[in-house]
């Protein structure tokens, strides 16, 4: 396009390639790349008028290849396709994806709306060409970001105090401009400019955004002192011509998703999930049903029809593999749970640990308000934690005269000791500065294992000693002790948990976890984190992550790895090259630097939690389910040039179960694939968090606990004598 600054927007430039469509009738259009059913020439040039100015734009057209079903590329057209196909079956674009808006559901109470729709990807799979659908949400707040902006200030009632209460919660949302339904992320808000701004349009002249939201949508801004959001241009725009940040106007914007707030409220979250967590049978009658609305719409099978494609009705169907289910090693016996729940709470609760730290030298601390609670907690710990091997002392208790954080660190210091083993306090809310800055205290400047228990957790009498039952379990892993186990086949092996998470202090920070197992039973572990704001930094700290991982190995073990597994969650399909071509020769280089000729078998995976992808067990011809823990998918809808896998490791009491996707882009450890999958279903057996199998291997879930942790709440690495300890669960 020609002036190209003149047409960034992808719609505008649609407008004006459907400006031509006697000659451009059969193509497909992304805003870039045009596909034609039909020869135009090599090059060809179209005088085009802009939609919104007139002013002449030339539109030129170079032909750069020839796509067929079996060009690598041809799924980006049928991507496309399917989008067109969406918009003829009468769903509208919001963000990246379809919504049905004749099926919204009204949530009153909240004045919140609720749009179902779907998700849709088209890829090269080992069977062939397909579609990966899945079900969608978009919850729509029916007040504007102004109307919040209202509520705020008239809540506070000192100005600068409301300005940062309303920073604090709208930065970072996303938001929904009510005039083209596209979404935004709040990066800012403009106190000092209103809808009276004056910028410089493509032809040199200056427009207020008042003028230019009534020229280009017809709308009129009611509220002319209202400050404006900006929203900076994200890689894609900034690809497609935007450069400078983008102003929007408060009352045109509502936000989407839902508040801290309305997720801690219980009674919301139980409404919302009767939308949104969709049991398998009713997921499989919804995608049923979208693949019958494409096929009977007349419209969609001329497109069809056009481009010389059919699309299958109904969904794939093949066979997948169950694993058997595992045998839980405690200190004294095995227990072997039921496959269809993966879950040995009620066997586990008054077992014997594989072994056990003590509480000889404890402390807790209360403020006398919740002096009842907090006597009552420290009975009920003594009664579970003595059956789990554990000996326990009874504490020093702390009482406080208030509850405000500094009365809480005041008393910190004097009584934290060397030889204290843990800190236990008992908090009247979950007030985020105190819980950090007691965090921090006890991770950075007095290194000592802490639990902090809300007084609500603990108020119902006849849940106490279940409560109590899971504390203890806690407290035992923070401590440095082991809860129970499985058989792990090789004996020389160290498995690796890797996962980040964005500092919310530190702007362009990022927090990177890593998690090593360091005894031949994969149940002790220890603990590092890398801080990063460059890919130099990230492979400094992953190559001293692993130097100390070892070196703590050798020490427990009196020898190093042969083998190590190392699984990487918080890698996007877009970031597989860097994990191969930067982290891994750093991973690799290593090596040799512990011990000259050092050279571990080493294989890492990509763990992928995030996929669409949802597969049924077909019960009968006319039900479906969720699989079973223990299910494997390695064939059909995998990816023809990878060595991946599906695994469903954990059950899901609500709604439908959720695989995840694991691919392995190094292996060396000539494991066979089904020992491979075996050891990670093995995995998720040891988050002494939760004594169920979950969603992801142990070492991922605690990486990404400790990542959270130090993210939130830290910022900054913690005191390395904490490291050989699950400190942060």
Same mark, same amino acid.
């Given at each position: 396009?020609?002036? /190209? *600054?003149?047409?960034?927007?992808?719609?505008?430039?649609?407008?004006?390639?459907?400006?031509?469509?006697?000659?451009?009738?059969?193509?497909?259009?992304?805003?870039?790349?045009?596909?034609?059913?039909?020869?135009?020439?090599?090059?060809?040039?179209?005088?085009?008028?802009?939609?919104?100015?007139?002013?002449?734009?030339?539109?030129?057209?170079?032909?750069?290849?020839?796509?067929?079903?079996?060009?690598?590329?041809?799924?980006?057209?049928?991507?496309?396709?399917?989008?067109?196909?969406? /918009?003829?079956?009468?769903?509208?674009?919001?963000?990246?994806?379809?919504?049905?808006?004749?099926?919204?559901?009204?949530?009153?109470?909240?004045?919140?709306?609720?749009?179902?729709?779907?998700?849709?990807?088209?890829?090269?799979?080992?069977?062939?060409?397909?579609?990966?659908?899945?079900?969608?949400?978009?919850?729509?707040?029916?007040?504007?970001?102004?109307?919040?902006?209202?509520?705020?200030?008239?809540?506070?009632?000192?100005?600068?105090?409301?300005?940062?209460?309303?920073?604090?919660?709208?930065?970072?949302?996303?938001?929904?401009?009510?005039?083209?339904?596209?979404?935004?992320?709040?990066?800012?808000?403009?106190?000092?400019?209103?809808?009276?701004?004056?910028?410089?349009?493509?032809?040199?002249?200056?427009?207020?955004?008042?003028?230019?939201?009534?020229?280009?949508?017809?709308?009129?801004?009611?509220?002319?002192?209202?400050?404006?959001?900006?929203?900076?241009?994200?890689?894609?725009?900034?690809?497609?011509?935007?450069?400078?940040?983008?102003?929007?106007?408060?009352?045109?914007?509502?936000?989407?998703?839902?508040?801290?707030?309305?997720?801690?409220?219980?009674?919301?979250?139980? *409404?919302?999930?009767?939308?949104?967590?969709?049991?398998?049978?009713?997921?499989?009658?919804?995608?049923?049903?979208?693949?019958?609305?494409?096929?009977?719409?007349?419209?969609?099978?001329?497109?069809?029809?056009?481009?010389?494609?059919?699309?299958?009705?109904?969904?794939?169907?093949?066979?997948?593999?169950?694993?058997?289910?595992?045998?839980?090693?405690?200190?004294?016996?095995?227990?072997?749970?039921?496959?269809?729940?993966?879950?040995?709470?009620?066997?586990?609760?008054?077992?014997?640990?594989?072994?056990?730290?003590?509480?000889?030298?404890?402390?807790?601390?209360?403020?006398?308000?919740?002096? *009842?609670?907090?006597?009552?907690?420290?009975?009920?710990?003594?009664?579970?934690?003595?059956?789990?091997?554990?000996?326990?002392?009874?504490?020093?208790?702390?009482?406080?005269?208030?509850?405000?954080?500094?009365?809480?660190?005041?008393?910190?210091?004097?009584?934290?000791?060397?030889?204290?083993?843990?800190?236990?306090?008992?908090?009247?809310?979950?007030?985020?500065?105190?819980?950090?800055?007691?965090?921090?205290?006890?991770?950075?400047?007095?290194?000592?294992?802490?639990?902090?228990?809300?007084?609500?957790?603990?108020?119902?009498?006849?849940?106490?000693?279940?409560?109590?039952?899971?504390?203890?379990?806690?407290?035992?892993?923070?401590?440095?002790?082991?809860?129970?186990?499985?058989?792990?086949?090789?004996?020389?092996?160290?498995?690796?948990?890797?996962?980040?998470?964005?500092?919310?202090?530190?702007?362009?920070?990022?927090?990177?976890?890593?998690?090593?197992?360091?005894?031949?039973?994969?149940?002790?572990?220890?603990?590092?984190?890398?801080?990063?704001?460059?890919?130099?930094?990230?492979?400094?700290?992953?190559?001293?992550?692993?130097?100390?991982?070892?070196?703590?190995?050798?020490?427990?073990?009196?020898?190093?790895?042969?083998?190590?597994?190392?699984?990487?969650?918080?890698?996007?399909?877009?970031?597989?090259?860097?994990?191969?071509?930067?982290?891994?020769?750093?991973?690799?280089?290593?090596?040799?630097?512990?011990?000259?000729?050092?050279?571990?078998?080493?294989?890492?995976?990509?763990?992928?939690?995030?996929?669409?992808?949802?597969?049924?067990?077909?019960?009968?011809?006319?039900?479906?389910?969720?699989?079973?823990?223990?299910?494997?998918?390695?064939?059909?809808?995998?990816?023809?040039?990878?060595?991946?896998?599906?695994?469903?490791?954990?059950?899901?009491?609500?709604?439908?179960?959720?695989?995840?996707?694991?691919?392995?882009?190094?292996?060396?450890?000539?494991?066979?694939?089904?020992?491979?999958?075996?050891?990670?279903?093995?995995?998720?057996?040891?988050?002494?968090?939760?004594?169920?199998?979950?969603?992801?291997?142990?070492?991922?879930?605690?990486?990404?606990?400790?990542?959270?942790?130090?993210?939130?709440?830290?910022?900054?690495?913690?005191?390395?004598?904490?490291?050989?300890?699950?400190?942060?669960?």
């Amino acid at each position: 396009f020609n002036p /190209e *600054e003149m047409v960034v927007q992808r719609k505008m430039r649609r407008e004006m390639v459907l400006q031509h469509k006697q000659i451009l009738k059969d193509v497909a259009f992304d805003g870039t790349t045009l596909y034609s059913f039909e020869y135009i020439g090599d090059e060809r040039t179209f005088q085009c008028q802009h939609t919104v100015t007139g002013d002449p734009i030339e539109m030129r057209l170079r032909l750069t290849a020839k796509n067929s079903p079996d060009s690598p590329n041809f799924f980006h057209l049928a991507n496309l396709i399917v989008r067109k196909l969406l /918009e003829l079956s009468g769903l509208r674009l919001i963000g990246r994806n379809y919504y049905q808006f004749d099926r919204k559901i009204d949530l009153e109470r909240y004045r919140l709306t609720l749009f179902p729709g779907f998700l849709t990807n088209v890829n090269i799979y080992e069977g062939s060409l397909m579609i990966n659908v899945d079900l969608s949400h978009k919850v729509l707040n029916k007040t504007t970001v102004f109307n919040r902006l209202q509520d705020i200030f008239t809540q506070f009632v000192d100005f600068k105090r409301a300005q940062d209460e309303a920073t604090k919660e709208l930065v970072g949302q996303i938001v929904l401009t009510t005039y083209n339904s596209k979404t935004y992320k709040i990066d800012e808000i403009a106190w000092d400019k209103s809808p009276n701004y004056t910028f410089k349009k493509r032809d040199g002249t200056d427009e207020t955004l008042v003028k230019y939201y009534y020229d280009r949508y017809q709308l009129k801004i009611e509220d002319t002192t209202q400050p404006l959001l900006i929203s900076k241009p994200s890689k894609k725009d900034r690809r497609a011509g935007q450069t400078g940040p983008l102003m929007l106007i408060p009352e045109l914007c509502c936000v989407t998703g839902i508040s801290d707030v309305m997720r801690s409220d219980f009674q919301f979250m139980k *409404e919302l999930a009767t939308h949104t967590h969709i049991g398998p049978m009713a997921r499989f009658e919804k995608l049923t049903e979208f693949c019958h609305d494409i096929q009977n719409n007349q419209e969609a099978k001329d497109e069809l029809k056009k481009w010389e494609i059919s699309v299958d009705i109904g969904l794939v169907e093949f066979d997948g593999r169950l694993l058997e289910s595992e045998q839980i090693l405690y200190a004294n016996r095995s227990i072997r749970y039921k496959h269809d729940e993966a879950d040995w709470s009620r066997e586990g609760r008054s077992l014997k640990h594989i072994s056990c730290k003590n509480l000889k030298n404890w402390i807790v601390f209360y403020p006398s308000s919740l002096r *009842e609670l907090g006597d009552e907690l420290i009975n009920a710990l003594y009664q579970v934690c003595v059956p789990f091997g554990m000996e326990v002392e009874y504490p020093n208790v702390i009482q406080l005269p208030n509850d405000r954080p500094e009365t809480y660190l005041g008393a910190l210091p004097e009584k934290i000791q060397k030889n204290t083993d843990l800190v236990l306090c008992v908090l009247p809310n979950n007030r985020k500065d105190r819980y950090d800055a007691l965090k921090k205290y006890m991770c950075l400047d007095n290194p000592v294992p802490s639990q902090m228990v809300l007084a609500k957790t603990i108020s119902k009498k006849n849940q106490l000693m279940s409560v109590a039952t899971k504390i203890g379990i806690q407290l035992n892993a923070k401590l440095g002790g082991e809860i129970w186990g499985v058989t792990i086949p090789s004996k020389t092996l160290m498995v690796i948990g890797m996962d980040s998470y964005h500092d919310s202090k530190r702007k362009g920070a990022s927090v990177g976890a890593f998690v090593a197992s360091t005894n031949i039973t994969c149940t002790r572990f220890y603990s590092r984190v890398i801080y990063n704001r460059t890919a130099q930094e990230l492979m400094d700290g992953l190559q001293q992550c692993m130097r100390d991982s070892l070196k703590e190995y050798h020490r427990v073990n009196n020898a190093l790895p042969e083998k190590i597994v190392l699984y990487r969650d918080g890698v996007s399909d877009g970031q597989l090259a860097i994990v191969a071509e930067h982290e891994l020769p750093q991973i690799i280089d290593t090596f040799p630097k512990i011990m000259p000729g050092y050279q571990p078998k080493l294989a890492v995976i990509i763990v992928k939690k995030k996929g669409n992808a949802r597969f049924f067990a077909k019960m009968s011809s006319t039900s479906m389910a969720n699989p079973p823990p223990g299910t494997i998918i390695d064939h059909t809808v995998t990816n023809a040039e990878w060595y991946d896998f599906y695994l469903i490791s954990q059950c899901a009491r609500q709604g439908t179960v959720a695989p995840t996707h694991y691919n392995v882009i190094w292996d060396r450890t000539n494991f066979k694939v089904d020992h491979m999958q075996r050891l990670t279903f093995k995995l998720t057996h040891l988050y002494y968090n939760w004594p169920g199998t979950i969603r992801v291997p142990a070492v991922c879930q605690y990486a990404h606990k400790l990542a959270f942790l130090v993210g939130q709440s830290l910022h900054q690495d913690f005191n390395p004598e904490l490291a050989d300890r699950l400190f942060y669960l």
